[in-house]
């Protein structure tokens, strides 16, 4: 497709409006679109300290999937998948979402009984997931090692045939196509400094670009949100973590899955233009860098190849981090804060950009309602102090 000069406005920041959003990313977007789109509410403005998606959503690998095994995480997911299946018709935008499929590899005894028992989780929430043996998991992904001599044997995987992957930028830039197109303010280059707050009630936010006032503010700053939740007297249960990634050069096509391994520690796709993306683990120690230890690169490749020994000869391109909040149970955080008219949106680790639309369609959700979109209740802040936690560090993903 042939792309204007410009996708959206560049404006200067007015004296108020009715709801602000901190951060443009991926889910601020998604938030200012379905406030609009959904609700009406169009008096919005996104706030960005640098420029929109450049941050975690131009720092991901671009994996979409709904197989999580704790109900309320499978209804949350699989809601955003299913916007992710109509996403392109509604933004009139190809964001190359491709269904090619998510394979989750077991390596020994454990990992089989846990796949198996995730697969009949996620069937008995509606959501597609199949059990596969080596034999099936070699026909579905021809270049993978089943090898019976391999030092990580594959003893079957867990299959979702509607995961797969898309482009981040085009899903950025149609997210702001639309809400500008709504009449959002997209700000860019607008850090926020500090908060107003009066009778426990946010009126209005400091920026670099001076005082806005918000009937509503919303926070979606991925691993930057603890720090400006501090700023209006909160403390956030989330630590946040580089987490890496790696893009090869380019290849022919020859890798037509995603495929992740818990136990071996890697997770492997082929981007539309051919390069291998392949991301692991955070890095252990919390930090707000963009670059993580050499040392985990090494670890991912050496991973990759446990896999794949086909790659053995591929050089790699580039390498970069994000940066992950992860809270207490590896699940986001969303909704209404101790603060009226302050609400977060945070915490999602490595789940960030498959949750991009239904993360967007809650908060807004919330937002427009003050009080928690149904999907998002069992995600309140409170869960902390009620004990009533979503545990998936077992079943989320490699990288917790």
Not at 191 to 205: C, H, K, L, P, Y
């Amino acid at each position: 497709m042939t792309h204007p000069d410009f996708l959206w406005r560049n404006p200067d920041p007015r004296p108020a409006y009715d709801v602000v959003i901190v951060g443009g990313g991926g889910h601020g977007l998604a938030t200012a679109h379905y406030l609009a789109n959904n609700h009406g509410i169009t008096n919005v403005a996104v706030l960005e300290r640098g420029w929109l998606a450049g941050g975690n959503m131009a720092r991901n690998t671009t994996i979409i999937r709904s197989n999580y095994l704790w109900d309320e995480s499978a209804a949350i997911y699989e809601h955003s998948l299913k916007l992710w299946e109509g996403l392109s018709a509604e933004l009139d935008y190809d964001l190359q979402f491709s269904q090619r499929g998510v394979l989750n590899l077991a390596h020994n005894l454990g990992d089989v009984r846990e796949g198996r028992r995730r697969v009949n989780a996620n069937r008995l929430n509606g959501v597609d997931a199949e059990w596969l043996g080596p034999e099936e998991v070699k026909k579905f992904c021809p270049v993978v090692n089943v090898s019976g001599s391999a030092r990580y044997p594959v003893m079957g995987a867990t299959l979702q045939r509607r995961g797969g992957i898309a482009k981040h930028d085009h899903v950025a830039w149609a997210l702001a196509r639309s809400a500008d197109g709504h009449g959002v303010d997209l700000i860019q280059g607008c850090e926020v400094t500090g908060f107003e707050i009066t009778s426990n009630r946010v009126v209005a936010v400091r920026t670099s670009r001076g005082r806005i006032a918000a009937g509503k503010v919303a926070l979606a700053a991925a691993g930057h949100t603890s720090v400006l939740a501090a700023q209006a007297g909160l403390r956030l249960p989330l630590q946040s973590h580089p987490l890496q990634a790696l893009v090869s050069e380019l290849l022919e096509p020859v890798l037509d899955c995603v495929v992740m391994s818990n136990a071996v520690h890697v997770y492997v796709s082929q981007a539309h233009k051919g390069e291998l993306v392949m991301g692991a683990g955070i890095d252990a120690y919390n930090s707000y860098g963009q670059r993580g230890g050499v040392h985990v690169i090494e670890a991912q490749m050496a991973a990759a190849l446990e896999l794949f020994p086909i790659f053995s000869r591929v050089r790699v391109l580039r390498t970069w981090a994000g940066i992950v909040d992860v809270s207490p149970d590896a699940s986001p955080i969303i909704g209404r804060t101790p603060v009226d008219g302050l609400y977060v949106n945070a915490g999602w680790g490595t789940g960030g950009f498959k949750a991009t639309p239904g993360s967007g369609w809650v908060y807004a959700d919330t937002i427009a309602h003050d009080r928690p979109h149904p999907l998002a209740e069992p995600f309140a802040l409170e869960r902390f102090t009620t004990g009533a936690l979503i545990d998936e560090h077992g079943a989320a993903a490699v990288a917790h």
